[in-house]
């Protein structure tokens, strides 16, 4: 019994670790209390509103499961977001085979918005267009034609501002499988979107450069 209630939060990471692999697994609570905020905010990222909370337990399975396996010399995020990534891409490959997929036509406002997004010389304003509901939706619709690989690059290195080298690190994969997958990805939402645009009648400058 500890002396001082507070004592696991004035642990580091590295220390929490230590005592979690010493068989103190009453550490891995503060683990989870420490870093669920960080996680799910991955997982809301790449995963569908409804599969977000399983998504998070199984992450965090894995993550106890694999826990003997982190070395102090690395960023300990970094590690824990390399599990929770590829965590949701194996959730995402099971999602993929499992719906069905249904074409949506855009709404007014859906159409609007990509009209919108098209006029915009420089594409400086893509940030603030991108939060708008409109926007989500349609790029949603644009990330579902992907497969989950695909997708789960471009949002990474695309959406997320990971380079290359960093996403094939948190997927452990290979640079060069990242950039295949990140070019395929970006010519089939250029191509979703053109599509889309030619049925407002709008013009398409490169979305995903």
């Known amino acids: 019994m500890y002396k001082h209630s507070d004592e696991p939060a004035r642990l580091s990471d590295v220390e929490l670790v230590a005592r979690i692999n010493g068989g103190d697994c009453n550490m891995f609570a503060e683990l989870i209390s420490r870093y669920q905020a960080y996680v799910l905010t991955i997982i809301n990222r790449h995963v569908p509103h409804q599969l977000v909370e399983d998504t998070a337990q199984d992450s965090f399975f894995r993550i106890y499961k694999s826990i ?44 609007q918005w990509l009209d919108q997004f098209a006029a915009d010389e420089a594409g400086e304003q893509y940030a ?5 509901k409109e926007a989500k939706e349609i790029l949603d619709q644009a990330l579902n034609k992907l497969t989950p690989a695909e997708r789960i690059v471009l949002e990474l ?28 990805a970006r010519k089939k939402m250029r191509k979703y979107l053109e599509m889309q645009l030619e049925k407002g009648k709008g013009k398409l400058y490169d979305v995903i450069s």
């Not at 603030?128 to 708008?132: I, V």
């Not at 948190?170 to 499988?177: E, K, M, P, Q, R």
Request: aromatic residues 12%; positive net charge.
């Open 68 to 111: 003997d396996s982190y070395r102090p010399v690395g960023n300990f995020k970094t590690w824990l977001s390399s599990i929770t990534v590829r965590t949701c891409y194996d959730v995402m490959r099971v999602y993929y085979r499992s719906r069905e997929m249904t074409a949506t036509a855009l709404s007014d406002n859906q159409q």
């Open 128 to 132: 603030r267009l991108a939060q708008q």
């Open 157 to 184: 290195v695309h959406l997320e501002g990971y380079s290359g080298k960093e996403a094939a690190r948190l997927l452990d994969w290979s640079v060069a499988n990242v950039k295949i997958k990140a070019y395929r």
